[in-house]
């Protein structure tokens, strides 16, 4: 079995190719983490919101925030529900934007490239075949 390059720490001796795979293979990974992000608001977020329904109607006449603590206090399932998808929006967001404002780790690069590395070798029935070799 073929082993994966080992580019080490060097990324200048990274082929022009590889380069293009491997970043295209990140904004699929970027696309996938935000479609998760919206499937999880698009699902669990109204079914939490759905739970709280008689609290939110409370909290429309009367607002406190011991009133909120109450009514999520007193419904986990759709508090965690709702910290589920805070939570996974404010991770995907820190993730992002660590990535744009100091690039990606080193580490990220060699895991990507090694994952490049297995669909080339995989062919064209890795479902991502055909985003990463047009």
Known sequence: ?????????????????????????HELTVYGRWLFVGCLWL???????????????LWQQYFTWVAVRYGLFYHPWSTLGLGLCLGMTAAVLVWQSRNILLGLPQREKQRLENQVFHIKQQGPTHPLWKWLFR
Do not use: D, K, Y
């Not at 073929?2 to 190719?17: A, C, D, L, R, W």
């Not at 699902?43 to 109607?57: D, M, Q």
């Open 43 to 57: 699902t669990i977020a109204p079914l939490s919101l759905w739970g709280l329904r008689a609290e939110i109607a």
């Open 1 to 25: 079995m073929e082993q994966p390059p080992n580019f080490g720490n060097n990324t200048e001796n990274v082929e022009p190719s590889l380069a293009a795979q491997v970043q295209r293979l």
